[in-house]
């Protein structure tokens, strides 16, 4: 309890913050609070990011401190709450303080630091507030791993991705994992970017020509044997070992016909690569792929005759899931692979009406004075500029909605502007760091883009992008593998994602998210898939037919 002289000298006591002790006659001390705080010598205001791995923090006060009071008061501790050493000074004459570790802060990790009421001014008295400041420290600049060519660091980077398909494929089917931590459970369509993936691995020479045969085989004939197709579509997700089909949602234990496509144009591919000629084991498998190819039934998947595909179809739940296949997004290879089916081709009508909206796909709009001709405002998660285009070859390519390199090029500038711009201020993105798609996050999945940031990078993005940005993509790389090194750099090449503002690195690895970098950095180089891929007799034919031009048609 105060006490004090007078009411009036009470009231001013207590105005300016009283002191908690008393001694000898009253006396009205000056008032005691923090005035400033910087880092670094700025002003700072939350988030504190990219703070130096050798701070100076000063706090301002508006009295003197009584620095017999600093020790019991001030603190600096890790993100696991252990003390950090730090070193205590005073400047102003002792109004403010200055505290700076004893020793050099790990890169990328986050420290609080502050100090509590305990604090007491030279007069006695209290602050009535106590102060917590959590800060990032900044990246760390140097090489991680010993620097190599831009081509050695592609190889590279596409023989450890490669490891995903072929070391972790599963033993009994062939088929890629959906991830890591999957089990049995395999992917439609990310087998089917591993059955492309496999293909660099032969151009490549990180496995031999016969061994990818043979694991291909394996893949289709169990297809062909053990796996229930419906109407000729494949699930999204299979038993790995048996071939049962695994639901992907509550009504979706049927046909998809999105991850279909993506499988349908790896095993394309693959058909197209083995035909060199009168070899018994190729011709067997490019049978066996004509008969997997060649049954799929996609009017089926127009629900009834509609001008339109559907993505799923169950004969448990039959149209439940009841999703268009509507552009513009992933799948424009659905559209052209049902347009250039010889038993169960779709007419141009459902392409231009289901598909494209009969215009409905453009946009138009301008996003950092980059002009997108298709597609959702700024662009949507970079995936739609990949996956339909492991296969597809965009160069050239054009129809009457759009110029397909101008479009994948276009979406890719606005990402990569966009995280430059980042107008969160998330920690990290910055011309080297960038890349917004569809992949984990902290406490789940989600469709990363411009629309739907939460400062998740994912390192396909912008390398899976190659073909489109190769300056930025390759800046993005040589930052993800030199700099960001072994935080990221694993078992099967980069994770899947990386927050910074969270501290927060993937522990998992995609087969929808590897292959793309592995088949798309081939695209960039060679252009492999995409010649494979644009051979296909039926795919020319398909296309044209759907009034696409181009070189490669």
């Known amino acids: 309890m105060i006490r004090c002289c007078s009411t009036i000298v009470l009231s001013a006591v207590l105005a300016a913050g009283c002191s908690k002790k008393s001694s000898g006659p009253p006396v009205i001390p000056g008032p005691f609070n923090l005035v400033s705080q910087t880092l670094n010598g700025f002003s700072t205001t939350p988030p504190y990011f990219n703070i130096s791995n050798s701070p100076v923090i000063k706090f301002a006060f508006s009295s003197p401190v009584d620095r017999s009071s600093v020790g019991s008061s001030f603190y600096f501790k890790d993100n696991s709450g252990v003390s950090i050493p730090y ?17 050099v802060l790990t890169a990328i990790s986050k420290y609080g630091v502050g100090f509590s009421t305990n604090l ?15 800060f990032l420290t900044a990246i760390d600049s140097t ?30 089917s062939g088929l890629a994992r959906e991830r890591t931590t999957s089990g049995d459970l395999v992917t439609t369509g990310g ?20 061994d990818a045969l043979t694991r291909i085989t394996t893949i289709v004939n169990f297809l062909a044997t053990k796996v229930t197709s419906y109407h000729g579509a494949f699930p999204h997700w299979l038993n790995g070992a048996t071939g049962a089909t695994i639901p992907f949602s509550a009504n979706d234990d049927g046909g998809d016909i999105v991850e279909t496509s993506y499988m349908m144009q790896g095993l394309l591919c693959a058909r197209q690569y083995f035909s060199s000629g009168s070899d018994s084991s190729e011709i067997r498998l490019r049978t066996a792929i004509n008969n997997l190819w060649n049954k799929v039934d996609w009017n089926w998947y127009r629900q009834g005759g509609q001008n339109i595909l559907y993505w799923n ?15 513009w997004n992933e799948a424009l290879i659905t559209y052209v692979l049902a347009a250039s089916s010889a ?8 392409y231009d009406s289901g598909w494209a909206q009969n215009g409905g796909i453009k946009n138009g709009n301008n996003y950092f004075g980059i002009t997108l001709p298709l597609g959702p405002a700024e662009g949507g998660p970079l995936f739609f500029a990949h996956y339909s285009f492991l296969g597809i070859n965009p160069n050239g390519l054009t129809d009457a909605y759009a110029n397909y390199w101008n479009q994948n090029t276009a979406h890719t500038q606005i990402n990569y502007n966009y995280c430059i711009s980042n107008p969160h201020n998330y920690f990290g993105y910055s011309n080297l760091c960038w890349g917004l798609s569809a992949s984990d996050e902290q406490n789940g999945y989600s469709a990363h883009a411009p629309g739907n940031d939460d400062g998740v990078i994912t390192p396909t993005a912008a390398i899976s992008s190659l073909p489109y940005t190769p300056t930025q993509s390759l800046g993005a790389l040589r930052f993800f593998y030199y700099t960001l090194g072994n935080k990221i750099w694993g078992q099967y090449g980069f994770i899947d994602a990386f927050n910074l503002s969270t501290i927060w690195y993937d522990s998992d690895w995609l087969a929808i998210d590897q ?32 009034g696409f031009q181009g070189p490669n048609l």
């Open 87 to 103: 070193n205590a000074s005073y400047e102003n004459k002792d109004s403010t303080v200055v505290i700076q570790p004893a020793s």
């Open 120 to 134: 007491e001014s030279q007069g006695k008295v209290f602050l009535q507030k106590q102060i917590d400041i959590q």
């Open 143 to 172: 090489d991680k791993f010993p620097r190599l060519t831009d081509s050695a660091l592609l190889s590279l980077v596409q023989q450890q991705t490669f490891k995903y398909f072929w070391d972790f494929g599963h033993p009994v």
């Open 191 to 210: 087998s089917g970017f591993g059955i492309m993936a496999m293909l660099v691995g032969v151009q490549r020479n990180f496995i031999l020509r016969t």
């Open 313 to 327: 179809w169950s004969p448990d739940f039959n149209w439940a899931v009841n999703v268009p296949v509507r552009g």
């Open 343 to 350: 038993v169960s081709s779709i007419p141009k009508t459902v």
């Open 515 to 546: 292959g793309p970098e592995i088949v798309m950095i081939e695209n960039y180089r060679t252009g492999l898939l995409w010649n494979l891929f644009m051979s296909c007799p039926e795919i020319k034919t398909g296309m044209k037919n759907l």
